[in-house]
């Protein structure tokens, strides 16, 4: 796996957005392993490009089914973020 390459180790800590990232957010939590996964659910089109289970840039799918059997926490932007972007 390209994250055990370049660190050496299994990661502590793993964030994605996307099921192109799910290799990411899996690693930490195979097995009996208990890192901290961090999934963004893009919901906020009105500040970036949604990303869902029927998005035609990228999904978010299986991360979302996935998650809550491992553990993972799922940030729903436009819900549980008040603020994306600094102002000003």
Do not use: C
């Amino acid at each position: 796996m390209g994250i055990n390459l370049h660190i050496g180790r299994r990661p502590n800590f793993a964030a994605g957005n996307s099921d192109g990232d799910l290799q990411t957010p899996q690693y930490p939590t195979i097995g009996h392993a208990t890192g901290f996964v961090l999934i963004v659910h893009h919901t906020n089109s009105q500040h970036e490009r949604a990303y869902d289970r029927d998005s035609h840039i990228e999904r978010l799918d299986q991360a979302l089914d996935d998650g809550p059997r491992h553990g993972w926490i799922v940030v729903d932007m436009k819900r549980d973020w008040k603020q994306v972007y600094r102002s000003g």
